[in-house]
C-alpha cells in the first residue's frame, strides 16, 4: 500500500488524443502520488503506451494537461521532461547499439536530472548501478551483442541513472520467464525501496499484482477502473476487455 | 502438414530461439502462445523463410524447406498473415487483395476466391478502392486475412489477429479464422489474447525465452495451473 | 586510463614523424601529396563530427569550406595577418552553419542531405557570379612561396582536428552525439536534446571545415573564387570518410590516404586507364569490406589473434 | 520582358523539364524498391546517349526508332550490373545499404567515364536528324518537332510506366515491394528478380533520357555528374519513391528555370533551388510524398 | 595490438606511395631524354581539348625524336624528348599536385599547357615558383599574363587578340551590308567578362552601337531565354563563348526558335570537329577564333595533317597544331640555349623569332605569344580560315543564310 500524501507527484487531467480519425485516449484522468507502484493495465491498442509518450514528451495530446511535482509539464520536449525526473523504458527497448552497457547509462547519467559534467568521475556511480540491475558483469559488452533480456536490463540501468524521481516502465516484464519475473519484481520493488516512485504497463498478470499499489484499467482509450489490485481484477469490465468474454 | 525440428535462429549475434519443436497436423488449428518476446513472432517469421535457422530443420508436407526463398513457400501453400498486418497502406484493397494472389495458384482462382473474401468481410467490397493505409483498424486486419487467403493457402499462419481489437471485433475474426479451418485450411496462430486462442485451439504449444515449454490440448490448457499463473493471474476468474 | 595515454603517444609519434618529412626529403611532390592528405583528412574528420558520430549525412560541407577559402583569401590578400584572415574563415563558416542550421536540421534522411546539396549549390553559383574573377596572388606572394609553411599549416591542422575528433568522441558531448546517431527517440528519453547536439556537431564541423577552407586558399595559388565551392569536395569528404570508416577516428585518416596515394600512383602508371582503374579497386574495396577500409584494419589484427590461439582449434 | 519571349522560354523549360523528370523517375524507381542510391545513374544516361548515337552514326537509325532498342540495351546491361554489383547490398541494413550503393555508383561513374571516353573518345556528340529544327508555330510561339516529340515521348514513356506499375501483376508486385518488401515476399514475390527488373528499368529509363538528349542536345562522357544531381533534387522535390511526382516535379523545375533565366540571368539555378528548399521546409516529405506517421 | 595493425596499414600506404615515385636522378652525365612535362585533361569536362593538346606533343616529339632528338650543346650531342603526360581529370587542385609531380619526380625541364582557362589559371603560378618555363595554348585568358610572370609563354591567342580580329572582320564587309546591333552572351567568368568586356567597347568603337548583353547560366541546357532576347532587340551579329556541348544545343535552339542572326561568332564552342559530326549542316556558317586551322598553308602542317592522319584518320585538330608550335618552340630554345637550365632555355623561348605550323611567332614581354589571328569559318562541314586574308582558304560567307532558305 503506498504512502497517500495530499500532493499527487503526477496528475494526468482530461486527456485525447487521437491518430488522424482513430481516438486513442479519450479523457483520461488519475493521480501518482509519492512512493507508490502503480500500474496500467488493458488490452493491446487500449491506449497503454499512448499514455507513456504523451507524459513523456513524445506525443502532443490534442487536449488535456499533465503536472508533475506541481508543475505544468505538458508539451514540453522529452529530453526537458527527462531532466525534470520522468525517466522510461521503451516497450521496445531502444539501447544505443554501438556503444558499450557503460556509455549507454552514461548518457543517461550525463543528461538526465542533475547530469554529471566529468565522465570519469561518475564512472563509479554507473558501475554501481550497472550492477544494481544485474550487468555488473558486462560493463565492456557493445549493445548489440546482449541477449533480449539483457537489453532490458540494460534499459532500466539507463533509466535510473538518468536519476528520476518517476519511473515509466512499459513492459519490463514482457519476455521472462517466471523465475527472471520474480527478479524482475524484486528489482522494481527495491527501485521503489530507494524512494522512486513506479508507474508500469505490464501484461503479466502475475507481476502486476504482486508489486502494485494501485492499479488502472483501460480498454479502447477509456478508464474502466482504477483501484487496488484485488478490487479491479474482479471487475466485470476488466475481465471482458482483458479476457475476452 | 508442417513439422519444425529443433530449430534455432538468431537475429545477428542474438540468439532468440532454441531448440524450438512443434508440429501442425493436417486441417489442425495450433495456437503458439507466450509472452511478448517470447520468439513467437520469429518462429511465424522463420516458418514463412523471412528468417533462417542456422541449425534444425522445418518440413512442409515431408519435404525439407532448407534455404527455400519466402516466395517458393508461398507458392507451396504457405501464408503469413504477419504481425502489424503488413498492409501495402498506398494500394487499393483491392490491389492488395489482388497482391494476396500473386501466386500462380493464386490468381488461377482469383476471382472465385475474391468472393469468398467479400462474402467472409462484405465491408470489404466497400471499400475496394479506398487507399488500405486509410481503412479502420479491424477493416485492416480483416483486409490483411482476406488478403492470406487469396493465395489458396493450405496453411494459414495468424500473428495476433486480435491485435489492436476491440474484444468485440476479435470474436467476429475468430470466428471467420473458425469458419476458414472448416474450409481446410491448416492454422498456425500465436496470440496474446491466451483465453480466445486457447478456446478455438485443437492443440497449443507454450513457448518462453526461445524454448518451447509446454504442449498439449487447447481446452486442457486454460486449466493449466501455469498457464493460469502466467497469462491469466493467479487470483482472476 | 592505459589505453588513452597509449593513443595520445601513438598520435603524438606519427604528428611528429609527420612533422620531420619536409626536413628528410626536398621533393616537392612529396610535400605536396602530404599536403593534399591532411586536406583530405581536415575535410573528412570534420565531415565525419557531423555525419559519422552525429549521423547527420550532408551533402552541403562544400559551403563552409568554401567560405572559409574565401573569407580567408579576400582577407589575406587584402593585408590582414594571415593567422586572422584564417581564423575569421573558420568563424564566417560558423555564422553561415547557424544560420542555415535550424531550417536545415528539421530535415531527415535523405531530405537533409539533398537539402544540404541544394544550399551549398546555391552558395557556390552566387559566389561564382558575385566574383567571378581568379582568385590570384601577387606576383611578390609567388616570388616567395614555399610549400613548407603550408604543408606545416595543414599538418598542424589535421593534428588538431583528429585531436578534437578524439576529445570529442571521450567527451560528454561525443557521448551525446552518439547516442542521437544510433537512437533519437531513447537519446532524447534520457535528456539528451538532440537538436542541441546536432546543432553543436555542425557548428564544429563547419568551423574545420572552414578552416580547412583558409589553409587551402593559403596553398592554392590560384583557382577561381568558386572552385573551393565545387560539390567534389563534399564528395572527396564523403568518400574518404565511407571508404575508410564511418564514425571512427582512424577511419577518415585510413581513408585520406588511401584516396590521396592511390588516385596519385595509378595517375602516373596509366595515364589513360587510371580512372577507371581506381573505379574498379574502388568497387572492389566496398564489396569486399562493407565497414570501410578499419575493417581491414580489425581483420589483420583477427588474423594475427588467431594465429596465436591457432594451437587449440581445428 | 514582353510576353512572347516568357512563354516561348516556358516552353522551351518544359521541355528540359521533361528530361529531368525521365531522368529522375527512373533513380526514384531504383530508391523506391531497393532503397539503394544509384549515383551513377546520370553515367547510365550518358551511356544511353552513346548507344543512340552508335545506332544512328553506324546504322542510320532514327533516334526516335532506336529509343527503345537503346532502352532494352542498358535494360540488360541494369541486369548485369544489379546481378554482379547491387545484389549483394540487399541483405544489408537499411543505412549500410544506402551508403554501399552511393560508393559502388561512384565507382561505376568513375568505370563508366573513362570506359565513354575510351570507346567513343573525350568528343562532344550529338544526333542531328535531317528534320532537327523544323517545327511548327502557334501564336506566334515555336514548337520545335524534336522536342515537342521527346516531351511527348517521355511523357507516353511516364504514362506507360504508370500503367505498368498500376494495372499488372509485376507492377503491382514492384510497387509492393516498395512500400513494404517483408510483406511483399510474404505475397510469394520473388523480391531478388523484382529488384533486379526495377534497377533494369531505372537503367531503361535513363537510357531513354539520353535518347533524347543525344538528339535535342549534347552527349559527352563527362556529363553523367550534373545528371546525377539534377535528378537526386527531382526525386526529393516529389518526394521519394513517387514516380509520377518526380516526373511532374522535373517539368516544374524546368519551367521555372528558364523563365527565371529571363529575369535573374545567372541565377536562374538559384531561384530553382530556392523554390526546392522552401518545398521542402513547408513540406518535408516532398511535393507529392505522403506523410508518414 | 590494434593500434599496431593501423601503423601497419599506413605505413604500406606510405611505402607504396615513396616507392612509387621513383627516385630523382641529378648528374651532370648528358641524360638519356629530355623530359617535358603536361598536367593535361584527358578526362572530366574538358578531356575532349586535352586529347588534342596531347596529340600535337606526341606527334611533334615523334617527328623530333625521329631525327635524333634536339641537339645540346652543353652535352655535344641529340637527346631525344621524353614527355610526361598526366591526366588531372578536369580537376584544378589535381593539377597542382601533377605539375610538382612533374617537377619533382620526373625533374622536366619545361611544362606544356593542359586545356582550358581554369586549369591554366591554377597551373600558372606553380611554373613560376618552380621556374620552369611554361608553354600553353588551349586558353584565352589574357589576364594570367598581366601578373609579371617570367615562366610563362603562350603561342595562342589572347582575349584582346580576338576582340580586335572579330570587329575587323566585321568592318571587311561591303557598307550596303553592315550589320547592326550585336548580342552578348557570355559567361560569368573570368574569360568570359574578360572578352565580354572588350567585345563591348570594340562595338561602341566601331560603331555598332551598345550591345545587348547578356550573362550566361554555367551548364545551361534551355538557350531560349537568351535567344529570345537577342531575337526581340534584332540583334544581328551573335558573340558568345558557350562550351561545345552547350554550343551545340544553343545553335539547335537558335535554328528551332528561327533566330537568323547574320554574324555568329563563337569561341571554344565550334573548336572540335565534332562540332561538324554534331550538328551536320547546321553547323555551318559559324565563326571561330581557334588560334589555328589545318589548311594553313605554313610549312610542316601538311606533315603534321599526314601523321594526324595516321593516328586518327583525320586532318589535325585546331588545338594539335598550337600544341605542335609549342614543341617546336621548346626544341628551338633548347637548341638556342644549348644546355638545358631552365633559366637560359626560358630566356630562349623570350626570345624566340621563328617559323612555326602556325606561322611566324615571337613572344612579347608578358609572355603571350604574337600570333596572327585567324578567323575559321564552318562551311559545309569544314572548318575554312577566312580572315586574314592572305590565309584564307575560303571566301568569308556573308551574311549567314536564313533558316528557312538553307
Known amino acids: 500500500m503506498g504512502k497517500q500524501s495530499k500532493t499527487p507527484l503526477l496528475q494526468v487531467e482530461k486527456l485525447v488524443k487521437s491518430f488522424g480519425g482513430l481516438m486513442a485516449l479519450f479523457g483520461v484522468n488519475f493521480e501518482i502520488h509519492p512512493g507508490e507502484i502503480f500500474s496500467v493495465i488493458g488490452p493491446n491498442g487500449s491506449g497503454k503506451t499512448t499514455l507513456f509518450n504523451i507524459i513523456t514528451g513524445f506525443l502532443k495530446a490534442n487536449s488535456g494537461k499533465v503536472t508533475f511535482m506541481g508543475k505544468d509539464i505538458t508539451g514540453l520536449p522529452p529530453h526537458q521532461i527527462c531532466r525534470q525526473g520522468i525517466a522510461r523504458i521503451f516497450q521496445l527497448v531502444k539501447p544505443f547499439h554501438q556503444l558499450t552497457t557503460l556509455q549507454n547509462v552514461m548518457v543517461g547519467r550525463a543528461y538526465g536530472k542533475d547530469p554529471a559534467t566529468n565522465l570519469r568521475k561518475s564512472k563509479e556511480e554507473v558501475v554501481e548501478i550497472l550492477n544494481f540491475v544485474g550487468l555488473g558483469n558486462k560493463i565492456e559488452v557493445v549493445a548489440s551483442q546482449l541477449t533480449m533480456a539483457e537489453r532490458k536490463r540494460l534499459e532500466l540501468a539507463r533509466a535510473l541513472a538518468a536519476h528520476p524521481q518517476l519511473l515509466l516502465l512499459d513492459e519490463l516484464m514482457a519476455g521472462l520467464n517466471s523465475a527472471e519475473t520474480e527478479i524482475a519484481m524484486e528489482l522494481v520493488k527495491k527501485i521503489r525501496g530507494s524512494g522512486i516512485t513506479v508507474m508500469m504497463v505490464e501484461h503479466i498478470m502475475k507481476a502486476v499484482l504482486g508489486i502494485s499499489d494501485r492499479i488502472m484499467a483501460l480498454n479502447i482509450g477509456e478508464k474502466i477502473a482504477e483501484g487496488l489490485p484485488k478490487d479491479v481484477v474482479k471487475n466485470q469490465l476488466v475481465i471482458e476487455a482483458y479476457l475476452g468474454k | 502438414m508442417l ?78 498473415v504477419p504481425e ?57 486486419q480483416m483486409l490483411a486475412i482476406g488478403r492470406g487467403l487469396m493465395s489458396k493457402p493450405k496453411l494459414l499462419l495468424f500473428d495476433e489477429p486480435s491485435w489492436g481489437l476491440s474484444p468485440l471485433l476479435s470474436k467476429v475474426i475468430y470466428e471467420v479464422i473458425g469458419e476458414i479451418n472448416h474450409s481446410g485450411v491448416t492454422i498456425l496462430l500465436i496470440e496474446q489474447n491466451v ?43 | 586510463m592505459s589505453s588513452h595515454r597509449k593513443n595520445i603517444f601513438l598520435g603524438l609519434g606519427i604528428a611528429i614523424l609527420l612533422a620531420l618529412v619536409p626536413l628528410l626529403t626536398k621533393r616537392n611532390d612529396i610535400i605536396n601529396i602530404m599536403v593534399l592528405i591532411f586536406l583530405y583528412i581536415c575535410l573528412a574528420q570534420s565531415w565525419n563530427i557531423l555525419a559519422g558520430y552525429t549521423g547527420q549525412v550532408s551533402l552541403g560541407h562544400a559551403a563552409f569550406f568554401g567560405l572559409g577559402a574565401i573569407t580567408t583569401r579576400i582577407l589575406w590578400v587584402g593585408g590582414y595577418p594571415f593567422l586572422m584572415a584564417f581564423t575569421t574563415g573558420g568563424l564566417v563558416a560558423v555564422v553561415f552553419a547557424l544560420i542555415v542550421g535550424h531550417p536545415a536540421l528539421r530535415l531527415r534522411g535523405i531530405y537533409f542531405a539533398i537539402g544540404t546539396l541544394g544550399l551549398a549549390q546555391i552558395l557556390k553559383i552566387t559566389v561564382g557570379n558575385i566574383l567571378p ?69 555542425l557548428a564544429i564541423s563547419s568551423f574545420f571545415a572552414g578552416l580547412a577552407g583558409g589553409a587551402f586558399a593559403f596553398y592554392q595559388v590560384s583557382y577561381y573564387h568558386d572552385l573551393p565551392f565545387s560539390p567534389t569536395w563534399t564528395f572527396d569528404a564523403l568518400l574518404i570518410t565511407f571508404v575508410g570508416g564511418v564514425g571512427t577516428i582512424v577511419g577518415p585518416i585510413i581513408g585520406a590516404f588511401f584516396y590521396a596515394i592511390f588516385r596519385e600512383f595509378f595517375a602516373r602508371a596509366f595515364p589513360e586507364l587510371h580512372v577507371f ?26 588474423l594475427i589473434r588467431a594465429k596465436k590461439t591457432d594451437t587449440g582449434f581445428s | 520582358m514582353n510576353l512572347q519571349v516568357s512563354a516561348q522560354s516556358l516552353i522551351f523549360g518544359i521541355f528540359v523539364g521533361g528530361l529531368y523528370g525521365l531522368a529522375a523517375v527512373g533513380l526514384s524507381l531504383v530508391f523506391g524498391v531497393m532503397k539503394m542510391l544509384n549515383v551513377a545513374h546520370g553515367e547510365l544516361l550518358m551511356l544511353g546517349g552513346y548507344v543512340t548515337f552508335w545506332f544512328f552514326s553506324l546504322y542510320h537509325i532514327d533516334p526516335f526508332l532506336s529509343l527503345l532498342p537503346s532502352a532494352f540495351v542498358l535494360f540488360l546491361i541494369g541486369m548485369g550490373l544489379y546481378k554482379g554489383l547491387f545484389s549483394p547490398l540487399a541483405k544489408l541494413h537499411e543505412e549500410v545499404k544506402i551508403k554501399n550503393s552511393l560508393l559502388i555508383g561512384f565507382g561505376l561513374s568513375l568505370v563508366f567515364h573513362n570506359l565513354a571516353i575510351r570507346l567513343w573518345t573525350a568528343d562532344e556528340r550529338s544526333v542531328s536528324v535531317f528534320y532537327s529544327g523544323w517545327g511548327f508555330s502557334l501564336f506566334g510561339l515555336r514548337f520545335p518537332f524534336i522536342r515537342l516529340a521527346g516531351l511527348v515521348l517521355a511523357t507516353i514513356v511516364i504514362l506507360a510506366l504508370q500503367q505498368f506499375l498500376t494495372k499488372t501483376y509485376f507492377g503491382k508486385a514492384i510497387r509492393a515491394t516498395t512500400e513494404n518488401w517483408e510483406s511483399a515476399a510474404l505475397m510469394g514475390i520473388n523480391i531478388e528478380k523484382t529488384s533486379m527488373v526495377s534497377f533494369a528499368l531505372g537503367a531503361a529509363l535513363a537510357a531513354m533520357a539520353g535518347t533524347i538528349v543525344s538528339v535535342g542536345y549534347a552527349i559527352h562522357p563527362a556529363m553523367g555528374l550534373e545528371w546525377t544531381l539534377k535528378a537526386l533534387i527531382v526525386v526529393v522535390l516529389a518526394g521519394l519513391g513517387n514516380i509520377g511526382g518526380a516526373f511532374v516535379a522535373g517539368v516544374l523545375l524546368g519551367g521555372v528555370e528558364s523563365v527565371s533565366a529571363l529575369f535573374v540571368g545567372p541565377y536562374m539555378e538559384v531561384v530553382g533551388l530556392v523554390i526546392f528548399l522552401l518545398v521542402l521546409e513547408l513540406r518535408p516529405q516532398g511535393l507529392f510524398g505522403k506523410r508518414s506517421e | 595490438m590494434r593500434k599496431i ?12 606511395g615513396l616507392s612509387s615515385l621513383g627516385l630523382a636522378a641529378s648528374t651532370k652525365e648528358a641524360p638519356k631524354t629530355i623530359k617535358v612535362g603536361s598536367s593535361c585533361s584527358l578526362t572530366g569536362p574538358f578531356g575532349s581539348g586535352g586529347a588534342m593538346c596531347k596529340a600535337g606533343y606526341d606527334i611533334a616529339i615523334d617527328d623530333i625524336n625521329k631525327k635524333g632528338g634536339v641537339f645540346v650543346k652543353e652535352f655535344n650531342k641529340k637527346i631525344p624528348l621524353e614527355l610526361f603526360l598526366l591526366d588531372d581529370e578536369s580537376n584544378m587542385t589535381l593539377t597542382v599536385s601533377r605539375m610538382e609531380t612533374l617537377y619533382s619526380t620526373n625533374d622536366v625541364v619545361a611544362y606544356l599547357g593542359g586545356f582550358s582557362s581554369p586549369i591554366h589559371a591554377a597551373q600558372a603560378p606553380i611554373a ?105 532587340e534584332g540583334a544581328e551579329i551573335l558573340l558568345t563563348g558557350p562550351t561545345t556541348p552547350e554550343g551545340i544545343t544553343m545553335t539547335k535552339q537558335i535554328k528551332e526558335l528561327d533566330y537568323n542572326p547574320k554574324f555568329y561568332f563563337a569561341y571554344r564552342a565550334p573548336d572540335p570537329i565534332a562540332w561538324g559530326q554534331a ?7 559559324v565563326v571561330l577564333g581557334p588560334g589555328w586551322n589545318s589548311g594553313l598553308k605554313f610549312p610542316g602542317v601538311k606533315e603534321l595533317n599526314e601523321s594526324h592522319m595516321k593516328k586518327f584518320n583525320r586532318p589535325a585538330d585546331v588545338m594539335t597544331g598550337p600544341a605542335y608550335a609549342c614543341i617546336q618552340v621548346l626544341a628551338h630554345a633548347i637548341e638556342k640555349a644549348g644546355t638545358l637550365d631552365r633559366a637560359k632555355i626560358r630566356d630562349a623561348i623570350a626570345s624566340t623569332n621563328m617559323m612555326t605550323v602556325i606561322g611566324p611567332l615571337t613572344f612579347r614581354p608578358d609572355g603571350t605569344g604574337v600570333v596572327v589571328y585567324f578567323c575559321v569559318q564552318w562551311q559545309k562541314g569544314k572548318q575554312e580560315v577566312i580572315f586574314p586574308k592572305q590565309y584564307a582558304t575560303a571566301p568569308f560567307i556573308f551574311p549567314m543564310p536564313k533558316w528557312s532558305e538553307r
Open chain 5, 128 to 232: 613560376e615558383k618552380n621556374k620552369v618555363p611554361f608553354l600553353m595554348v588551349g586558353t584565352y585568358l589574357y589576364s594570367v599574363h598581366q601578373k609579371g610572370y617570367k615562366y610563362n609563354f603562350s603561342p595562342f591567342p589572347k582575349s584582346p587578340d580576338c576582340a580586335k580580329a572579330v570587329f575587323e572582320l566585321l568592318d571587311s564587309i561591303a557598307a550596303g551590308q553592315k550589320p547592326k546591333k550585336a548580342a552578348i552572351f557570355m559567361e560569368k567568368a573570368p574569360v568570359g567578362m574578360e572578352l565580354g568586356d572588350m567585345w563591348k567597347s570594340e562595338s561602341v568603337k566601331h560603331g555598332y552601337g551598345e550591345p545587348l548583353y547578356r550573362d550566361q547560366p554555367r551548364e545551361m541546357k534551355d538557350f531560349s531565354p537568351l535567344i529570345m532576347a537577342a531575337k526581340a
Open chain 3, 133 to 201: 574573377t581568379v582568385a590570384d596572388l601577387p606576383g611578390d606572394y609567388i616570388a616567395t612561396y614555399n610549400l613548407i609553411p603550408r604543408y606545416y599549416l595543414f599538418l598542424i591542422l589535421a593534428v588538431i582536428m583528429v585531436v578534437v575528433v578524439y576529445l570529442v568522441g571521450h567527451s560528454k558531448l561525443g557521448l551525446g552525439m552518439v547516442a542521437v546517431r544510433e537512437d533519437e527517440e531513447a537519446a532524447e528519453a534520457s535528456g539528451v536534446n538532440p537538436f542541441r547536439q546536432k546543432m553543436i556537431s
Open chain 2, 84 to 140: 502489424g498486418r503488413g498492409l501495402f497502406p498506398g494500394m487499393s484493397t483491392l490491389e492488395n487483395l489482388e497482391l494476396g494472389a500473386f501466386t500462380a495458384k493464386g490468381r488461377n482462382c482469383k476471382e472465385e476466391t475474391l468472393e469468398q473474401v467479400y462474402q467472409l468481410f462484405p465491408i470489404l467490397k466497400k471499400r475496394k478502392k479506398q487507399a488500405a493505409g486509410t481503412l479502420s483498424g479491424g477493416e485492416q
Open chain 2, 195 to 237: 483465453r480466445m486462442a486457447l478456446q478455438l485451439a485443437k492443440r497449443a504449444y507454450v513457448i518462453e525465452n526461445g524454448r518451447i515449454v509446454k504442449h498439449g490440448d487447447g481446452r486442457n490448457m486454460l486449466n493449466d495451473q501455469h498457464i493460469r499463473e502466467v497469462y491469466l493471474g493467479t487470483e482472476s476468474v
Open chain 3, 277 to 302: 582503374i581506381f573505379g574498379t579497386l574502388f568497387i572492389l574495396v566496398v564489396l569486399l569490406l562493407p565497414g570501410g577500409l578499419v575493417e581491414a584494419v580489425s581483420r589483420i589484427r583477427r
Open chain 2, 3 to 80: 513439422e519444425i525440428e529443433r530449430i534455432n535462429v538468431s537475429y545477428g549475434d542474438l540468439q532468440v530461439l532454441w531448440d524450438v519443436f512443434f508440429e501442425v497436423k493436417k486441417e489442425e488449428i495450433v495456437a503458439l502462445i507466450g509472452p511478448n518476446s517470447a520468439g513467437k513472432t520469429t518462429t511465424l517469421k522463420t516458418v514463412s523463410g523471412l528468417l533462417r535457422p542456422f541449425a534444425g530443420e522445418i518440413r512442409f508436407e515431408g519435404l525439407a524447406m532448407g534455404n527455400m526463398p519466402i516466395h517458393k513457400r508461398v507458392e507451396m501453400g504457405i501464408s503469413l
Open chain 5, 279 to 285: 550538328l551536320g549542316k547546321d553547323g555551318d556558317y
Open chain 5, 5 to 16: 595493425s593501423i601503423i601497419a596499414v599506413s605505413g604500406i600506404f606510405l611505402i607504396m
